[in-house]
């Protein structure tokens, strides 16, 4: 089989503007969006397409940008360029141009502003690029309302002729329902032979790149590719980013569906892009899902649920408003309702947390259960272990953190102040109430508490006096 070479690619994501009418303070293509940036998508997008470089152009807050793009896309790398000052779409590519000299072949341009673009719609804009002589295709979209974007005209042969914006249209052409997606493939060497000719002598007094269209027509030729508006539209309130949100979160929600996850209401349903889940497993409402969360087989994830970068084992119960950070919940393990696992809570297979119960760096063996209110930090607690209601693990002196271990087998009775460090050997019995300041042999009983004292008669002999002193006062 032979296999066509194809055309090195490279792209541009334009994220140097501001985003005014998201009357925030936050730059526009920071907001978040399922746990990332908004312009983490379409780079990442990009970088899916095989593109290489990837440049983004950043311009407003260009460090705060530039910084979250970075980690939002790590370990894979792209390369910044600055547009100092927001002159338009146009002026936005050419601030890439140092950062791809050198480069032949065709250049995607994104916005930074469209979350929900798919690899499948970059390379269909490719490929009408590919199958066609010219030098330019941009994706299109019909819109019922196209109200903001700019209008697809055509020529009278069919081929687009120019894109004209919202704020430069004539009635008859703000009538048209086709709309310029913002989505472009170009050749470079067109590409920046041609941006040198764009001038700014429209509404906005910007540079377009929009341009571009008629440039190419004009001369090498372009095409449009039709793309679904859901996907490329772009985010520009509060109200197209919450509208951005819930159609990303249906789409991977709709991908868990279709591998044997039951959600319950996908519509009370968040979660991240990189989130796993198994079949068999059962997500109530209102659950969040977020970062590199991995959920098993045959597991239920109860209401109200917030798990992060958490991994739940096959068969286990999350049980509602558990709210768990890079923990480990081992197979057939039982947490919650109501639990709390901080980072480094590991618990081994058949564990069970109960309400209000606390666990920080600790692990938890087989079968050991602390049911209610409870802290457990710092500890290592082995198999089977009972740990009795109120326990607290008292890991820090002010200025150090202390472990805890306690053996196989051990029962430690309610309200136990275990001070670390501490070691309960295996088999032993903690007291209930007991204060604990030392290490406790495997097998013994450690009592930590002070002797009760039983008063008989004690409170009939009070009775009796109080109602003595009444009697006096009466006389
Ligand atoms: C643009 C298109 C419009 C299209 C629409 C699709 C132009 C002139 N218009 O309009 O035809 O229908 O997208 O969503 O291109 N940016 C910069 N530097 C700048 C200006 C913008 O980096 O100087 C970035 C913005 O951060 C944003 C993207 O370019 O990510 C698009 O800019 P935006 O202002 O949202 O363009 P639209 O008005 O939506
Ligand atoms: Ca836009």
């Keep these: 089989m032979v296999t066509a070479r194809r055309t090195p690619l490279a792209a541009i994501v334009l994220a140097a503007g501001q985003g005014t009418r998201m009357k925030t303070r936050r730059p526009k293509v920071l907001h978040e969006v399922c746990g990332r940036p908004l312009v983490y998508y379409p780079v990442r997008r990009a970088l899916d ?14 460090e705060q940008v530039e910084a979250a793009v970075a980690a939002a896309v790590a370990p894979a790398r792209v390369e910044f360029a600055v547009q100092g000052k927001q002159l338009g779409t146009a002026h936005a590519v050419l601030a890439a141009r140092k950062a791809l000299a050198g480069f032949e072949g065709d250049v995607l341009i994104l916005s930074g502003d469209t979350p929900l673009i798919t690899r499948e719609t970059l390379e269909a804009v490719r490929a009408a690029k590919a199958g066609s002589k010219a030098a330019l295709a941009f994706a299109t979209m019909h819109l019922e309302n196209p109200t903001g974007y700019g209008r697809v005209v055509h020529a009278p042969h069919g081929g687009p002729a120019l894109v004209v914006e919202e704020k430069d249209a004539a009635a008859e052409e703000r ?113 969040r899902l977020r970062g590199r969360t991995r959920i098993g087989e045959g597991c239920r994830v109860g209401q109200g649920a917030i798990l992060t970068d958490t991994v739940v084992e096959d068969g286990a119960a999350v049980k509602p408003y558990t709210v768990a950070e890079e923990a480990r919940i081992g197979p057939g393990a ?14 081994g297979p058949q564990v069970k947390i109960g309400n209000f119960v606390e666990v920080k760096k600790s692990r938890l063996g087989k079968g050991s259960k602390a049911n209610h209110l409870t802290y457990l930090g710092d500890a290592t607690i082995g198999e089977g272990v009972n740990v009795g209601c109120g326990t607290v693990t008292c890991n820090y002196d002010g200025e150090r953190k202390h472990p805890t271990v306690i053996g196989d087998g051990v029962f430690v009775g309610s309200d136990a102040i275990l001070v670390a460090p501490i070691t309960i050997g295996e088999g032993a019995y903690v007291a209930a109430g007991s204060t604990l300041t030392a290490d406790v042999p495997p097998g013994a009983l450690a009592l930590g508490r002070a002797h009760q004292v039983n008063k008989e008669g004690w409170a009939e002999r009070l009775h009796r006096a109080r109602k003595a002193r009444a009697g006096k006062r009466r006389k």
């Design 334 to 347: 039982q947490v919650g309702p109501f639990a709390r696992l901080r980072p480094g809570a590991d618990l």
């Design 49 to 62: 397409a095989g593109a290489g470089p990837v440049v983004v152009v950043v311009g407003h807050e260009a």
């Design 175 to 287: 009538a048209i329902h086709e709309v310029n997606a913002g989505l472009y493939c170009a050749d470079a060497a067109f590409l920046w032979e041609t941006l040198g000719r764009v001038d700014a002598k429209n509404a906005k007094r910007e540079f377009y790149l929009t341009d571009l269209v008629a440039l190419a027509a004009e001369g090498p030729g372009a095409v449009t590719a039709h793309v679904s508006s859901v996907e490329a539209s772009g985010v520009n309130d509060q109200e197209e980013l919450s509208l951005a949100v819930r159609a990303l979160t249906r789409r991977f929600a709709t991908a868990h569906l279709k591998a044997g996850v039951t959600i319950e209401d996908p519509e009370r349903f968040d979660c991240d892009e990189e989130v796993a889940i198994g079949a068999d497993t059962v997500v109530e409402p209102g659950v």
